[in-house]
Structure formats: C-alpha cells, structure tokens
C-alpha cells in the first residue's frame, strides 16, 4: 500500500488550509478533538482543501453517530475517529459512517450531496470511498487489536502514543520497556493487513516521518500548522537576533 502524507489543521481559517494544501501534502486532517473549530468553519476548510485537489479528513471529537453524520454531510472525504478501544466501539464507528443496509447513518441533504441534486451519485459513488481510520489510543485497544482491525469498513488504524502511555500510567515515556512493547505489538500487528497504518509525526522534523516510513506507517500526519508556523519564525528569528548582536 503506497504511503500518503498529510498534515493537521487546527487553526480555524480557510487561508491557513489553502496555504498548507500548497505545500505538497496529500491531504489534510482538520481537528475537531483538540481546536475550537465549529461545524460551518469546518466546512470552509474542507471547500479550501478539497478545491486545490487535496482530500479532506476530520477527526471528530468523539464516536458520536450525529457528529460524524454532518462532517460528512459537509463533504469530508474521511472520518479520524478517537479513542477506538473494542470492537463494539469500532463497528458503532462504522455503522455511523455507512449508509444502510451496511450501517445506520441518517439521509441528508448537504453539501457532500450536492445540496440534494445530486444524492445519488453521492450515494452510490462519493460515500463509498470514504476512508474510516480509527484511533488507537488505550492499552485495551491494543489488546484488542486484531478485533478492532478485523472490522469490515474500517479502512486503516492510527496510533496515539501520548495517550497510550497515558493509559499505561506513563504519559510520555516513551523509553519504558512496557511502552515499547505496546507500540511494537501495534505496529507487528497493523502490518499484518492490507489497510492503512497511521501515526503523528509532531516535530516539523521530515527526519521522524522517514523513520515511521522505514517503520512501515503509511498513512503519516507530518506535524500541523501551528507548528510549523511557530517554528520557522522563532528559527529565523532567533538567527537574525543573534546576527544583530
């Protein structure tokens, strides 16, 4: 499976996701868990991305089947989906996502639907290339693994390592031998099926995204726009301060 790069959106304005889907991301991930994005800016930001030819995901805040309803309603082209730790919950994910027969989710009349002129193509073409990537983000999820991947509509897996360790009651210890294990059982697992393998690559450093690469990620989030942003302006302005000297 060919490795896609994307990046995160947090900042809620659709200059900032034009200017990032120029920088030669695949796609782009707007968030809804951690920012204060609305509904209506949501939207805007997935027009911006989606015109300069760019998919658009959202993580939504929670596995909540009216949540994810109107993001895709809005026309988002895939769904992140937090804190997926059982089967049960990742099945609840994709019958929210899936038009029945195969799930539940509710008809509607959108943006994604061409604004009701256009609902059966949507129906019958669009929504069935919606990508689901359930998050992996407790210790229970990693036991749970391969029944959780297993699931008909999930189309890939993305592990959230802070919040792993979390669970483990070691937030961000990276280093302890039983967080190793955990991430080492997710990635030997993941690979076992032909469906997407994602991670966050935090650090604007394109250093960490070839080592996931190596690694075998294929679905890799390279840092997000506030990041980036903060970044190349303390860099430079550090280096012209330090040449005024």
């Known amino acids: ?8 959106i947090t900042l809620n304005h659709p200059s900032i996701a034009e200017i990032m889907s120029d920088a030669g991301f695949d796609w782009l991930c707007i968030d809804m868990e951690h920012s204060v994005t609305d509904y209506f800016e949501a939207q805007q930001l997935i027009m911006a991305i989606q015109s300069k030819g760019l998919k658009a995901f959202v993580r939504v805040g929670e596995n909540n089947s009216r ?7 809005a026309g988002a082209d895939g769904i992140i989906v937090p804190s997926v730790s059982s089967r049960e919950e990742a099945i609840k994910a994709v019958q929210s996502v899936k038009y029945p027969p195969f799930g ?3 008809v509607g ?5 061409s604004y009701g002129f256009g609902f059966e193509f949507y129906k019958d073409e669009k929504a069935k290339k919606i990508k689901l990537i359930v998050q992996i983000e407790h210790i229970d999820a990693v036991r749970n693994l391969e029944s959780i991947i297993e699931v ?8 959230g390592p802070y919040d792993l360790s979390g669970s483990m009651g070691k937030p961000g210890r990276y280093d302890d031998d039983d967080v190793k294990e955990a991430l080492l059982r997710y990635e030997t ?9 994602g991670f966050h690559v935090i650090q ?3 250093d960490l995204v070839v080592e996931k690469m190596n690694k075998g990620y294929n679905f890799i989030a390279f840092s997000l726009d ?5 970044t190349i302006a303390r860099e430079q302005m550090s280096q012209l301060k330090a040449k005024m000297k």
């Open 104 to 106: 539940k989710r509710g």
């Open 226 to 230: 506030i990041l980036f942003l903060g």
């Open 109 to 113: 009349l959108s943006r994604a639907q």
């Open 1 to 8: 499976m060919a490795t896609t790069l994307g990046s995160w």
């Open 67 to 73: 949540i994810i309803k109107r993001i895709l309603d």
């Open 204 to 206: 604007p450093n394109y």
């Open 189 to 197: 697992v993941a690979k076992r099926y032909n469906k997407l393998i």
């Open 152 to 159: 008909d509509g999930v189309d890939g897996t993305f592990i």
